[in-house]
């Protein structure tokens, strides 16, 4: 039989054919999950056995979490088998232990234990394995593990802990070890506890640790280095390294001292050189160039490469540029970019015109860049991937499916992500694409844009860069008179348009906005369960991208720039001398703000052009100047 297959052209009208279940009764769902929250077991049997619907097991789920009873044992663990590994399993899993740990059933709590971060249940797993005769040595050496961390474990853990020292699995290399991990980035609050483990004449070691990790210059001070021992060293050497971000000066001047002073490894010295470099180049300091260069080749990742490449273009070292760049393998677009600008600041046009040539087939902010330095139209080179019929359905009848869909229908979005990620997660690339598909007819435009993210289906433009909400921000964009590309691919870059997203910093919504910025904007106070409505949302962000333009003087690059950072911020980093723009987005001091920018004016010309409009919207950058 032949395989009809599909690209994403024909996409919008196969979900319609394969939707496993025309109409679900999400009321009688609803209804029955209320039904047993309080039901006794008849009842809930009764309840279940008369509903179909996707979401049958989070009924279910509701009943398990609670009424765990060892009545019901062979149920339950049939449905932990059932649901192993699905957003389903943890929820009633966790109140069976507890249940099964309450009621000392200490096999059947073996039996139903698996691997979790939660070193509460572990430890109540590995001590009824001693209680019932496993191997000892092979459960202790388990137990090390748990000790040897950087952070206090719970109550739970303490008498095998006890039992585990008692054995004499506890010696001065793991209490080492452990005040190592408690230092070096665990909770410090920790340490006067370890040091009483040391030998008396190593407690002075965790005291040093313990000062080195709450002020950093501590380890410039060589006297507190009496015995120059390895530990020692150990402590100098860690001290050092965080003393580079705070004064780079003085952290200069004791490493000289300090590497005379202790026998440091070839692998510690790298690291050290490594932790310089970094801090000297991203501040920009005199003295980078020499650190870039002492870090070993086989340690020049990408990062350290890049500010190497900032340093060379604050002082337009194009000459420089070229002697560090020319010859190295596995160079991003953008050094790459700029090595071939420095053969053209050099005179040689020939090979930046063929680098150029080269980065310009990429589709991403380099790759634009390129294309208008050589005149070249703007390809979108939109080649996706091709998905069959028979596995559109086989994905949409998938019970993960089912219910993701089913949760996304009630606006219960977070356990319907979780769904989502469980199918994704274990699917092969192939049914990735098909599940991509269904979430793009279905609207849910970030799970589409993540899905594919997992696959590298780089070429998938269509679904990668969707009009979603279109009608909101062409309404609100030509209010506010910006361009509705522009408006668009700040919301693809904040959110990848879920509606819901919340950052960190507490911004929401599909453009993430703060709730202050929002009330400012607004003029007046702000719901945070409006901002997630996307017409309220867009609308107050398309007012702010209005605001921050006007600001920036209409400079469109300066305005993106401070919808990530922060106008003030933005203003204290234009230069009192002109600048070329390209030049100074690459300067821009956070890499975030660096990353944000190049990405937004990339997806900006996507959208551009997939409306049909011609012309590189980057093209203006290259004869543009900012500041002065």
């Known amino acids: 039989m032949k395989i009809q297959l599909f690209s994403f052209a024909a996409a919008a009208f196969i979900f319609p054919l394969y939707s496993a279940e025309a109409s679900i009764d999400n009321d009688a769902f609803l209804d029955a999950e209320k039904k047993v929250r309080n039901a006794s077991y008849r009842e809930f049997k009764n309840v279940v056995n008369n509903l179909n619907h996707p979401l049958k097991p989070y009924v279910e789920k509701t009943y398990w979490q609670r009424n765990p009873s060892i009545k019901y044992q062979a149920e339950i663990e049939d449905y932990l088998n059932i649901y192993q590994h699905t957003p389903l399993e943890w929820p009633v899993r966790k109140v069976w232990l507890e249940y099964l740990e309450k009621n000392n059933r200490k096999a059947a709590y073996i039996r139903n234990y698996r691997d979790t971060s939660n070193a509460e249940y572990t430890c109540t797993y590995l001590g009824y394995q001693l209680d019932l005769g496993a191997p000892e040595k092979a459960i202790l050496n388990q137990v090390t593990d748990l000790w040897t961390v950087g952070k206090s474990q719970p109550k739970e853990c303490d008498s095998l802990f006890s039992y585990w020292r008692k054995k004499g699995y506890m010696n001065s290399d793991t209490v080492w070890q452990r005040i190592t991990l408690a230092a070096q980035g665990g909770t410090q609050s920790l340490l006067p506890y370890l040091k009483t483990l040391l030998p008396k004449n190593e407690r002075y070691l965790a005291d040093l640790y313990l000062k080195v990790r709450r002020d950093p210059s501590a380890a410039a001070g060589l006297y507190r280095y009496k015995n120059k021992s390895p530990k020692e060293g150990e402590i100098a050497l860690y001290g050092v390294k965080r003393l580079i971000w705070r004064d780079k000066e003085l952290a200069l001047r004791a490493w000289e001292k300090i590497e005379r002073m202790f026998n440091y490894s070839d692998k510690e010295k790298a690291d050290l050189y490594y932790t310089f470099a970094l801090s000297l180049a991203s501040s920009g300091h005199k003295q980078a160039s020499f650190w870039l260069n002492k870090v070993p080749k ?51 046009d020939q090979t930046a015109k063929k680098m150029w040539q080269s980065i310009a087939t990429n589709r991403d902010y380099y790759g634009f860049l390129a294309a208008a330095r050589l005149g070249l139209p703007v390809d979108l080179n939109n080649q996706p991937k091709v998905v069959s019929e028979q596995l559109i359905a086989k994905v949409s009848n998938a019970p993960g499916f089912k219910r993701s869909k089913a949760l996304y229908e009630l606006d219960r979005v977070t356990s319907a992500r979780r769904e989502w990620n469980y199918l994704t997660n274990t699917s092969n690339e192939e049914e990735k694409l098909a599940a991509s598909v269904l979430s793009t007819n279905l609207g849910w435009h970030d799970s589409t844009i993540f899905t594919l993210a997992k696959i590298k289906a780089w070429d998938n433009v269509e679904q990668r860069f969707p009009f979603a909400f279109q009608d909101i921000f062409e309404r609100y964009s030509k209010r506010n ?21 919340r950052s960190s910093a507490n911004a929401r919504g599909l453009m993430q906005l703060l709730p202050s910025t929002a009330k400012y904007v607004n003029k007046g106070s702000v719901s945070n369960s409006r901002l997630y409505q996307p017409k309220t949302n867009i609308r107050l962000g398309t007012s702010y991208l209005r605001y921050l333009k006007k600001k920036n003087h209409g400079n469109e690059i300066l305005a993106t720039a401070s919808y990530n950072a922060g106008y003030h911020r933005i203003k204290r980093w234009v230069p009192d001398d002109a600048m070329p723009a390209e030049l100074w987005i690459e300067l821009i001091p956070y890499r975030e703000t660096r990353d944000y920018v190049k990405n937004v004016f990339a997806y900006r010309q996507v959208y551009h052009t997939r409306m049909g409009r011609e012309g590189n919207l980057l093209a203006p950058i290259l004869e543009m100047k900012i500041g002065g």
Not at 484 to 492: D, E, P, Q, T
């Open 481 to 501: 008179k910006i361009d509705v590309a522009w408006s668009i691919a700040i919301a693809r870059r904040e959110s990848s348009f879920a509606p819901d997203a």
């Open 298 to 348: 086989e340690r020049q990742d990408n990062k350290l490469m890049q500010w190497q490449l900032g340093n060379l273009l604050k002082t337009q070292d194009w000459a420089g540029i070229a002697a560090f760049f020319t010859g190295k393998e596995n160079l991003s677009l953008g050094q790459q970019y700029w090595l071939a600008y420095s053969y053209a600041e050099r005179g040689d």
